[in-house]
């Protein structure tokens, strides 16, 4: 059991309450351990902390536009390796085809978030139909496969020799964010039933310490007539999750935890509604990434934090720095424009350090280190 350090001071000028009520003038940085679950420090700025005017050498964060990569592939063995560290691997895929074989991961749970389009999927439990925005965790050792008349793209978060769990609610209750009531399993329904008639060889693609075995029946293997347990695929879309919120104080990304994994959190950010305390921050405080790197996808919606971020793109800010809000983001930190935020977003927030792939680094926005250096500026 970790014994923490933990002595609450307040020296110099400072508000008493974390987000709320800075001096004036002032921009609050906060450095925490445990992401923000444990001790926490907040200081208080005259100058935002990301007014930099250069930033050299390897640690910088980092944008990719996924929507530049154009491989696209029938398999998600196929998938374009974005991120990894030994606990979690996102790839991103895309397919224009129905899958004529079926995968099985034998390295861990596969977390697959729908970004486009629409598919059938079919899996050892039966039927299901995935929509953009689904979530759908298929656990470890699964056959599947999934069958599209249209483009079809996912980002693929692998728990790599690991399990997806729900979060820990604590006093919000069991029934907050989501009531797991919420979410769908499969059916065999007619629809599977008449795929099991289809006379031909099959192959099964699994995937073991990140290399591909091909396993061929003479029948297809998804012939299952029934099962019965407390395991399965599960499936909830992004607009089936209820943020919590606090009008008088901005939440740290650690509210929106989805799935929890070892060393590694999914987090989604929905539509929600703008703190309305007047001295309540409106927008993400900065902070020092200690302890995990935080990677967002964006699905859809306007990004209120972020400047010149489009859906389909995503973002590495590695542990180590401080970030927070662009500028034009900045200019609205106590009061907004509009009621509410309208975003859609999927964050991994990673213990370990990630590398990145090769289909990341082609596709990287090489000036996005630079897209702060107007911070000194939102005053005028």
């Known amino acids: 059991m970790k014994r923490r350090i933990h002595l609450p001071r307040i020296e110099g000028t400072a508000s008493r309450q974390a987000h709320a009520d800075l001096p004036d003038g002032t921009y609050e940085r906060e450095i925490s351990k445990d992401g923000f679950f444990g001790p926490a420090a907040f200081f208080h700025h005259k100058h935002p902390p990301t007014a930099w005017v250069s930033f050299e050498g390897p640690l910088r964060p980092h944008a990719f536009d996924l929507n530049r990569i154009g491989q696209d592939g029938a398999s998600p063995w196929e998938a374009a390796a974005l991120l990894h560290n030994r606990h979690v691997r996102v790839r991103f895929w895309r397919t224009r085809a129905s899958m004529d074989h079926l995968v099985r991961n034998a390295d861990g749970d596969e977390l697959v978030f729908v970004h486009e389009g629409c598919a059938e999927l079919y899996c050892d439990y039966g039927h299901l139909t995935l929509a953009a925005g689904d979530y759908v965790m298929i656990p470890r050792g699964t056959m599947w496969r999934?069958?599209?008349?249209?483009?079809?793209?996912?980002?693929?978060?692998?728990?790599?020799?690991?399990?997806?769990?729900?979060?820990?609610?604590?006093?919000?209750?069991?029934?907050?964010?989501?009531?797991?009531?919420?979410?769908?399993?499969?059916h065999m329904d007619a629809v599977f039933v008449a795929q099991q008639a289809v006379e031909r060889s099959w192959q099964v693609r699994i995937k073991r310490n990140n290399a591909i075995s091909v396993v061929t029946y003479p029948f297809n293997p998804l012939d299952a007539i029934g099962w019965h347990g407390d395991l399965s695929v599960v499936r909830i879309n992004v607009k089936d999750i209820r943020?919590?919120?606090?009008?008088?104080?901005?939440?740290?990304?650690?509210?929106?935890?989805?799935?929890?994994?070892?060393?590694?959190?999914?987090?989604?950010?929905?539509?929600?509604?703008?703190?309305?305390?007047?001295?309540?921050?409106?927008?993400?405080?900065?902070?020092?990434?200690?302890?995990?790197?935080?990677?967002?996808?964006?699905?859809?919606?306007?990004?209120?934090?972020?400047?010149?971020?489009?859906?389909g793109m995503m973002t590495l800010h590695p542990c180590g720095f401080t970030h927070g809000p662009h500028p034009k983001a900045l200019k609205n930190m106590l009061v907004q424009t509009k009621p509410a935020t309208d975003e859609y977003a999927v964050m991994i927030d990673a213990r370990d350090g990630l590398e990145i792939g090769d289909a990341a680094r082609a596709v990287e926005w090489e000036g996005y280190v630079d897209s702060w250096k107007e911070s000194h500026d939102v005053t005028k």
């Not at 020799?161 to 069991?174: E, I, Q, V």
């Not at 309305?276 to 990677?295: R, S």
Request: with cysteine.
């Open 243 to 311: 943020p919590v919120m606090s009008h008088r104080y901005h939440l740290p990304p650690s509210a929106h935890t989805t799935f929890v994994a070892e060393r590694f959190v999914v987090c989604t950010f929905v539509p929600r509604p703008f703190e309305t305390d007047p001295g309540a921050l409106k927008v993400p405080f900065f902070h020092n990434n200690d302890d995990y790197d935080e990677v967002i996808f964006y699905h859809a919606g306007n990004f209120f934090s972020r400047d010149n971020i489009r859906p």
């Open 146 to 186: 999934i069958e599209t008349a249209e483009p079809f793209s996912a980002l693929l978060i692998e728990a790599v020799n690991g399990s997806y769990t729900l979060p820990d609610k604590g006093l919000l209750g069991g029934h907050a964010l989501f009531d797991p009531a919420m979410l769908d399993t499969p």
